[in-house]
Protein backbone atom coordinates (compact mmCIF):
# COMPACT_ATOMS: atom_id res chain seq x y z
CA UNK A 1 0.00 0.00 0.00
CA UNK A 2 1.31 3.40 -1.10
CA UNK A 3 0.47 6.85 0.75
CA UNK A 4 -2.27 7.66 -1.96
CA UNK A 5 -3.82 4.41 -1.18
CA UNK A 6 -3.86 4.92 2.25
CA UNK A 7 -5.51 8.16 2.05
CA UNK A 8 -8.64 6.39 -0.12
CA UNK A 9 -8.75 4.21 2.19
CA UNK A 10 -8.93 6.58 5.72
CA UNK A 11 -12.48 6.91 6.08
CA UNK A 12 -12.85 3.38 6.07
CA UNK A 13 -10.18 2.68 8.21
CA UNK A 14 -11.44 5.39 10.49
CA UNK A 15 -14.92 4.35 10.70
CA UNK A 16 -13.93 0.50 11.37
CA UNK A 17 -15.17 -0.80 7.96
CA UNK A 18 -11.83 -2.12 6.63
CA UNK A 19 -11.31 -5.88 6.52
CA UNK A 20 -9.11 -7.54 8.22
CA UNK A 21 -6.56 -8.11 5.24
CA UNK A 22 -6.97 -4.08 4.05
CA UNK A 23 -6.42 -3.23 7.80
CA UNK A 24 -3.80 -5.10 8.18
CA UNK A 25 -1.85 -3.30 4.82
CA UNK A 26 -2.93 -0.22 6.23
CA UNK A 27 -1.28 -0.86 9.33
CA UNK A 28 2.07 -1.80 8.17
CA UNK A 29 2.36 1.01 5.39
CA UNK A 30 1.65 3.07 8.84
CA UNK A 31 4.42 1.33 10.41
CA UNK A 32 7.16 2.55 8.19
CA UNK A 33 5.92 5.95 7.32
CA UNK A 34 5.89 8.61 9.73
CA UNK A 35 3.54 11.21 7.44
CA UNK A 36 0.79 8.52 6.80
CA UNK A 37 1.00 8.09 10.92
CA UNK A 38 0.62 11.66 11.47
CA UNK A 39 -2.10 11.88 9.18
CA UNK A 40 -4.17 9.01 10.88
CA UNK A 41 -3.29 10.15 14.34
CA UNK A 42 -4.59 13.67 14.02
CA UNK A 43 -7.53 12.10 12.01
CA UNK A 44 -8.55 9.96 14.72
CA UNK A 45 -7.91 12.31 17.50
CA UNK A 46 -10.19 14.54 15.44
CA UNK A 47 -12.90 11.54 15.25
CA UNK A 48 -12.67 11.50 19.23
CA UNK A 49 -13.08 14.90 19.62
CA UNK A 50 -15.62 15.46 17.72
CA UNK A 51 -17.58 12.60 19.63
CA UNK A 52 -16.98 14.56 22.65
CA UNK A 53 -18.34 17.87 21.68
CA UNK A 54 -21.39 17.77 24.34
CA UNK A 55 -25.38 18.52 23.65
CA UNK A 56 -26.88 19.49 26.80
CA UNK A 57 -30.12 17.92 27.40
CA UNK A 58 -33.03 19.54 26.18
CA UNK A 59 -34.55 21.86 28.55
CA UNK A 60 -37.38 20.03 30.73
CA UNK A 61 -40.74 20.94 29.52
CA UNK A 62 -39.40 22.46 26.12
CA UNK A 63 -40.59 19.48 24.43
CA UNK A 64 -44.22 19.90 25.86
CA UNK A 65 -44.01 23.54 25.21
CA UNK A 66 -42.86 23.24 21.70
CA UNK A 67 -45.55 20.84 20.83
CA UNK A 68 -48.65 22.83 22.55
CA UNK A 69 -47.33 26.10 20.55
CA UNK A 70 -47.12 24.37 17.38
CA UNK A 71 -50.80 22.65 17.70
CA UNK A 72 -52.05 26.18 19.34
CA UNK A 73 -50.73 28.23 15.99
CA UNK A 74 -52.67 26.34 13.75
CA UNK A 75 -55.87 26.01 16.01
CA UNK A 76 -55.58 29.85 17.06
CA UNK A 77 -55.87 30.29 12.73
CA UNK A 78 -58.91 28.12 12.93
CA UNK A 79 -60.28 29.83 15.26
CA UNK A 80 -60.53 33.09 13.54
CA UNK A 81 -63.41 32.15 11.44
CA UNK A 82 -65.35 30.79 15.15
CA UNK A 83 -64.59 33.93 17.10
CA UNK A 84 -67.82 35.82 18.40
CA UNK A 85 -68.73 32.90 20.63
CA UNK A 86 -68.97 33.80 24.47
CA UNK A 87 -68.30 30.47 26.03
CA UNK A 88 -64.36 29.24 26.12
CA UNK A 89 -66.20 25.82 25.10
CA UNK A 90 -68.12 27.81 22.24
CA UNK A 91 -65.20 29.52 21.23
CA UNK A 92 -63.02 26.08 21.18
CA UNK A 93 -65.38 23.71 19.88
CA UNK A 94 -66.83 23.23 16.26
CA UNK A 95 -69.08 20.69 14.93
CA UNK A 96 -69.91 19.84 11.77
CA UNK A 97 -71.66 16.90 10.52
CA UNK A 98 -70.82 15.68 6.90
CA UNK A 99 -72.37 12.93 5.45
CA UNK A 100 -71.31 10.22 3.48
CA UNK A 101 -67.46 10.97 2.62
CA UNK A 102 -65.39 12.98 3.83
CA UNK A 103 -64.55 16.03 2.72
CA UNK A 104 -60.58 16.01 1.72
CA UNK A 105 -60.85 19.48 3.03
CA UNK A 106 -62.54 20.76 5.95
CA UNK A 107 -60.87 23.64 6.80
CA UNK A 108 -63.56 26.47 5.22
CA UNK A 109 -66.14 27.05 7.58
CA UNK A 110 -69.65 25.77 7.63
CA UNK A 111 -72.37 27.98 5.73
CA UNK A 112 -75.10 29.55 7.02
CA UNK A 113 -78.75 28.68 6.97
CA UNK A 114 -80.33 25.58 7.43
CA UNK A 115 -78.52 22.33 6.67
CA UNK A 116 -80.59 19.79 4.72
CA UNK A 117 -81.07 16.59 6.27
CA UNK A 118 -79.23 13.61 6.35
CA UNK A 119 -81.19 10.60 4.09
CA UNK A 120 -81.03 7.19 5.63
CA UNK A 121 -82.99 4.47 3.77
CA UNK A 122 -85.01 2.00 5.52
CA UNK A 123 -82.87 -1.22 4.06
CA UNK A 124 -79.24 0.29 4.68
CA UNK A 125 -77.35 1.57 7.19
CA UNK A 126 -75.46 4.48 6.85
CA UNK A 127 -72.29 6.34 8.57
CA UNK A 128 -72.38 9.83 9.34
CA UNK A 129 -69.18 11.63 10.15
CA UNK A 130 -69.47 13.90 13.15
CA UNK A 131 -66.56 15.96 12.92
CA UNK A 132 -65.43 17.71 16.47
CA UNK A 133 -62.95 20.64 15.54
CA UNK A 134 -61.48 21.83 18.65
CA UNK A 135 -59.15 23.97 19.23
CA UNK A 136 -57.60 22.76 22.47
CA UNK A 137 -57.56 19.39 24.12
CA UNK A 138 -61.03 18.42 26.10
CA UNK A 139 -60.17 15.52 28.38
CA UNK A 140 -62.63 13.50 29.28
CA UNK A 141 -65.48 15.12 27.77
CA UNK A 142 -69.01 13.82 27.21
CA UNK A 143 -70.34 13.33 24.24
CA UNK A 144 -73.93 12.03 24.18
CA UNK A 145 -76.24 11.23 20.96
CA UNK A 146 -79.44 11.49 21.35
CA UNK A 147 -81.44 9.29 18.57
CA UNK A 148 -84.55 10.03 17.13
CA UNK A 149 -87.59 7.14 17.29
CA UNK A 150 -86.94 6.81 13.48
CA UNK A 151 -83.64 5.80 13.59
CA UNK A 152 -80.88 3.69 15.77
CA UNK A 153 -77.29 2.86 15.71
CA UNK A 154 -76.79 -0.62 14.87
CA UNK A 155 -76.04 -3.38 17.96
CA UNK A 156 -77.96 -0.39 20.09
CA UNK A 157 -81.90 -1.63 19.23
CA UNK A 158 -84.15 0.78 20.97
CA UNK A 159 -81.62 2.70 22.76
CA UNK A 160 -82.17 6.31 22.15
CA UNK A 161 -79.43 8.12 24.02
CA UNK A 162 -75.93 6.92 23.67
CA UNK A 163 -73.65 8.61 26.17
CA UNK A 164 -69.80 7.86 26.55
CA UNK A 165 -66.79 9.96 28.07
CA UNK A 166 -63.74 10.53 25.76
CA UNK A 167 -60.89 12.96 25.55
CA UNK A 168 -60.70 15.11 22.11
CA UNK A 169 -57.99 16.05 20.44
CA UNK A 170 -56.97 20.21 19.05
CA UNK A 171 -57.77 19.64 15.44
CA UNK A 172 -60.63 17.75 14.03
CA UNK A 173 -62.01 14.63 15.90
CA UNK A 174 -63.84 12.51 13.69
CA UNK A 175 -66.87 10.19 14.88
CA UNK A 176 -68.25 8.40 12.33
CA UNK A 177 -71.84 7.58 13.28
CA UNK A 178 -73.45 4.21 12.08
CA UNK A 179 -77.69 5.18 11.80
CA UNK A 180 -80.28 2.88 10.45
CA UNK A 181 -83.60 3.79 9.68
CA UNK A 182 -86.52 2.19 11.33
CA UNK A 183 -89.54 4.23 10.06
CA UNK A 184 -90.71 6.71 7.31
CA UNK A 185 -90.23 10.13 8.99
CA UNK A 186 -88.42 13.29 9.55
CA UNK A 187 -86.97 14.16 12.79
CA UNK A 188 -83.91 15.32 13.99
CA UNK A 189 -80.48 13.83 16.03
CA UNK A 190 -78.84 16.03 18.69
CA UNK A 191 -75.41 15.02 19.17
CA UNK A 192 -74.30 17.28 22.49
CA UNK A 193 -70.19 17.63 23.92
CA UNK A 194 -70.58 18.59 27.29
CA UNK A 195 -67.11 19.26 29.79
CA UNK A 196 -66.86 20.75 33.23
CA UNK A 197 -70.72 21.68 33.15
CA UNK A 198 -71.24 23.04 29.74
CA UNK A 199 -72.93 21.75 27.29
CA UNK A 200 -72.89 22.06 23.23
CA UNK A 201 -75.49 20.66 21.11
CA UNK A 202 -75.99 20.22 17.53
CA UNK A 203 -79.01 19.35 15.95
CA UNK A 204 -78.59 17.31 13.03
CA UNK A 205 -81.91 16.75 10.66
CA UNK A 206 -82.48 13.35 9.47
CA UNK A 207 -84.82 12.05 6.84
CA UNK A 208 -86.00 8.23 6.54
CA UNK A 209 -86.61 7.64 3.10
CA UNK A 210 -86.53 5.59 0.42
CA UNK A 211 -85.08 8.26 -2.25
CA UNK A 212 -81.11 7.87 -2.65
CA UNK A 213 -79.22 9.64 -0.61
CA UNK A 214 -76.58 11.79 -2.27
CA UNK A 215 -73.54 12.26 -0.02
CA UNK A 216 -72.24 15.14 -1.98
CA UNK A 217 -76.03 17.07 -1.76
CA UNK A 218 -75.78 19.95 0.21
CA UNK A 219 -72.14 19.63 1.84
CA UNK A 220 -70.63 21.55 2.94
CA UNK A 221 -72.65 22.00 5.62
CA UNK A 222 -72.23 22.56 9.53
CA UNK A 223 -73.31 23.68 12.86
CA UNK A 224 -71.64 25.74 15.29
CA UNK A 225 -72.47 25.04 18.83
CA UNK B 1 -68.62 -1.30 23.74
CA UNK B 2 -69.54 -2.05 20.59
CA UNK B 3 -69.37 1.70 19.64
CA UNK B 4 -66.12 1.70 19.90
CA UNK B 5 -65.94 3.60 16.43
CA UNK B 6 -66.26 6.51 18.63
CA UNK B 7 -62.33 6.05 19.98
CA UNK B 8 -60.47 9.42 19.99
CA UNK B 9 -57.96 7.33 17.77
CA UNK B 10 -60.60 5.85 15.56
CA UNK B 11 -60.59 7.28 12.07
CA UNK B 12 -57.90 9.48 12.86
CA UNK B 13 -54.72 8.08 14.31
CA UNK B 14 -52.58 9.19 17.00
CA UNK B 15 -52.38 12.84 18.39
CA UNK B 16 -49.17 14.85 17.08
CA UNK B 17 -47.95 14.93 20.41
CA UNK B 18 -48.03 11.01 20.47
CA UNK B 19 -46.35 10.86 17.20
CA UNK B 20 -43.57 13.12 17.87
CA UNK B 21 -42.73 13.07 21.41
CA UNK B 22 -40.86 10.20 21.47
CA UNK B 23 -38.50 11.88 18.84
CA UNK B 24 -38.07 15.29 20.29
CA UNK B 25 -34.27 14.47 22.44
CA UNK B 26 -32.76 13.10 19.23
CA UNK B 27 -34.24 16.04 17.16
CA UNK B 28 -32.92 18.60 19.63
CA UNK B 29 -29.51 17.20 19.72
CA UNK B 30 -29.29 17.25 15.80
CA UNK B 31 -31.25 20.83 15.79
CA UNK B 32 -28.60 21.55 18.86
CA UNK B 33 -25.17 20.50 16.87
CA UNK B 34 -26.67 22.35 13.42
CA UNK B 35 -27.12 25.91 15.05
CA UNK B 36 -25.14 25.73 18.16
CA UNK B 37 -26.61 26.83 20.85
CA UNK B 38 -29.93 26.26 22.82
CA UNK B 39 -32.22 29.39 21.40
CA UNK B 40 -31.74 28.49 17.94
CA UNK B 41 -31.69 24.95 18.65
CA UNK B 42 -35.06 25.54 20.04
CA UNK B 43 -36.28 28.24 17.72
CA UNK B 44 -35.10 25.54 15.08
CA UNK B 45 -37.61 22.70 16.66
CA UNK B 46 -40.20 25.16 17.03
CA UNK B 47 -40.53 25.97 13.64
CA UNK B 48 -40.28 22.16 12.09
CA UNK B 49 -43.38 21.82 14.70
CA UNK B 50 -45.24 24.51 13.45
CA UNK B 51 -44.44 22.81 9.50
CA UNK B 52 -45.64 19.16 10.79
CA UNK B 53 -49.35 20.18 12.42
CA UNK B 54 -50.85 20.37 9.45
CA UNK B 55 -49.22 17.65 8.05
CA UNK B 56 -50.51 15.15 10.33
CA UNK B 57 -52.43 12.76 8.08
CA UNK B 58 -49.04 12.37 6.45
CA UNK B 59 -46.91 11.47 9.66
CA UNK B 60 -49.66 9.16 10.50
CA UNK B 61 -48.90 7.23 7.41
CA UNK B 62 -44.75 6.86 7.95
CA UNK B 63 -43.93 3.89 8.66
CA UNK B 64 -40.33 4.97 10.48
CA UNK B 65 -41.10 8.05 11.76
CA UNK B 66 -37.82 9.29 12.96
CA UNK B 67 -35.93 9.31 9.91
CA UNK B 68 -38.81 11.27 8.26
CA UNK B 69 -38.36 13.68 10.92
CA UNK B 70 -34.56 13.97 10.92
CA UNK B 71 -34.63 15.00 7.35
CA UNK B 72 -37.28 17.31 7.34
CA UNK B 73 -35.31 19.12 10.10
CA UNK B 74 -32.35 19.14 8.06
CA UNK B 75 -34.03 20.44 5.28
CA UNK B 76 -35.60 23.49 7.23
CA UNK B 77 -32.46 24.14 8.26
CA UNK B 78 -30.72 24.28 5.38
CA UNK B 79 -33.52 26.21 3.60
CA UNK B 80 -32.70 28.61 6.33
CA UNK B 81 -29.37 28.85 6.05
CA UNK B 82 -29.73 29.39 2.45
CA UNK B 83 -32.15 32.01 2.84
CA UNK B 84 -30.38 33.85 5.63
CA UNK B 85 -27.60 33.73 3.53
CA UNK B 86 -25.54 33.43 6.80
CA UNK B 87 -24.19 30.77 8.46
CA UNK B 88 -26.48 29.80 10.89
CA UNK B 89 -23.75 29.65 13.69
CA UNK B 90 -23.06 33.15 13.37
CA UNK B 91 -24.91 33.75 16.65
CA UNK B 92 -22.21 31.90 18.30
CA UNK B 93 -21.88 28.98 20.57
CA UNK B 94 -23.34 28.35 23.54
CA UNK B 95 -20.95 28.06 26.80
CA UNK B 96 -22.32 25.03 27.99
CA UNK B 97 -18.95 23.27 26.95
CA UNK B 98 -17.30 25.88 29.56
CA UNK B 99 -20.00 25.32 31.77
CA UNK B 100 -19.38 21.70 31.22
CA UNK B 101 -15.82 21.62 31.44
CA UNK B 102 -15.81 23.01 35.17
CA UNK B 103 -18.34 20.55 36.40
CA UNK B 104 -16.00 17.32 36.13
CA UNK B 105 -12.22 18.12 36.33
CA UNK B 106 -11.32 14.64 35.84
CA UNK B 107 -13.09 14.61 32.29
CA UNK B 108 -11.48 15.71 29.18
CA UNK B 109 -12.18 19.30 29.85
CA UNK B 110 -10.78 21.86 30.35
CA UNK B 111 -7.93 20.21 28.63
CA UNK B 112 -9.17 19.82 25.35
CA UNK B 113 -11.04 22.89 25.28
CA UNK B 114 -8.86 25.02 23.42
CA UNK B 115 -9.24 22.29 20.66
CA UNK B 116 -12.71 21.82 21.03
CA UNK B 117 -13.39 25.41 20.07
CA UNK B 118 -10.95 25.17 17.34
CA UNK B 119 -12.88 22.26 16.05
CA UNK B 120 -15.92 24.27 16.24
CA UNK B 121 -14.31 27.30 14.28
CA UNK B 122 -13.45 25.26 12.08
CA UNK B 123 -16.24 23.24 11.05
CA UNK B 124 -18.21 27.02 10.92
CA UNK B 125 -15.67 27.12 7.66
CA UNK B 126 -16.93 24.13 6.19
CA UNK B 127 -20.64 24.16 3.47
CA UNK B 128 -24.06 23.85 5.17
CA UNK B 129 -24.15 20.31 3.70
CA UNK B 130 -20.59 19.30 4.75
CA UNK B 131 -21.36 20.83 8.54
CA UNK B 132 -24.25 18.72 8.72
CA UNK B 133 -22.88 15.53 7.18
CA UNK B 134 -20.23 15.45 9.67
CA UNK B 135 -22.51 16.66 12.35
CA UNK B 136 -24.53 13.70 11.62
CA UNK B 137 -22.05 11.16 10.69
CA UNK B 138 -19.22 11.99 13.07
CA UNK B 139 -20.61 13.65 15.81
CA UNK B 140 -24.22 12.00 16.16
CA UNK B 141 -22.74 8.87 14.62
CA UNK B 142 -25.32 8.24 12.60
CA UNK B 143 -24.39 5.18 9.96
CA UNK B 144 -24.21 5.84 5.71
CA UNK B 145 -27.20 3.27 5.62
CA UNK B 146 -29.64 5.79 7.93
CA UNK B 147 -28.22 9.04 6.33
CA UNK B 148 -29.05 7.59 2.53
CA UNK B 149 -32.44 7.67 4.11
CA UNK B 150 -32.25 10.77 5.94
CA UNK B 151 -30.49 12.47 3.18
CA UNK B 152 -32.16 10.86 0.17
CA UNK B 153 -28.47 10.83 -0.95
CA UNK B 154 -26.71 7.17 -2.08
CA UNK B 155 -23.84 5.74 -0.03
CA UNK B 156 -21.72 6.28 -2.60
CA UNK B 157 -22.24 9.81 -3.12
CA UNK B 158 -22.38 10.24 0.67
CA UNK B 159 -18.95 8.06 1.59
CA UNK B 160 -17.15 10.87 -1.51
CA UNK B 161 -18.70 13.82 0.40
CA UNK B 162 -17.35 12.32 4.06
CA UNK B 163 -14.29 12.26 2.48
CA UNK B 164 -14.28 15.81 1.26
CA UNK B 165 -15.84 17.02 4.00
CA UNK B 166 -13.26 15.61 6.63
CA UNK B 167 -10.38 16.66 4.38
CA UNK B 168 -11.33 20.33 4.65
CA UNK B 169 -11.91 20.16 8.18
CA UNK B 170 -8.32 18.49 8.50
CA UNK B 171 -6.92 20.97 5.92
CA UNK B 172 -8.83 24.07 8.21
CA UNK B 173 -7.13 22.78 11.19
CA UNK B 174 -3.68 22.16 9.98
CA UNK B 175 -3.68 25.76 8.73
CA UNK B 176 -3.46 26.87 12.37
CA UNK B 177 -7.01 27.05 13.51
CA UNK B 178 -5.47 23.97 15.90
CA UNK B 179 -2.54 22.59 17.68
CA UNK B 180 -3.19 18.75 17.89
CA UNK B 181 -0.86 19.01 20.93
CA UNK B 182 -2.60 21.05 22.99
CA UNK B 183 -4.85 17.99 23.38
CA UNK B 184 -2.06 15.79 24.88
Known sequence: MNCKQLLNQLDDYLDGNLSGEKRDQLELHLGGCEDCRILVTEAQEIQQVLREIPVPPMRPGFASQAIKRAIDHHSNHRRGFIAGFSSALAASLLVALFAGKLLPDMESPPGPGVSPPVVISLQHPRTVNLVFDVATAMENATISIELPENVEVPGFPGQQLISWKTSLQPGRNILPLPLKGIMHSSSALVASVELDGRKKSIRIPIEVSDKKADPQAGLPFGHHV | ?184
Not at chain 2, 100 to 122: N, V
Open chain 2, 1 to 184: MKIGIFSRHRGTGPSFEELVTPHMERLYRLAYRYSGNQADAEDLIQDLLIKLVPRIDELRKVEQLYPWLAKALYRLHIDRFRKSSRNPVDGGYDDYIEHTAGEDPDELFPARLGLIRDLQTALQQLDEEQRALIVMHDMESYTLVELEKILDIPIGTLKSRLHRSRAKLRKLLKEGTVSLQRAC
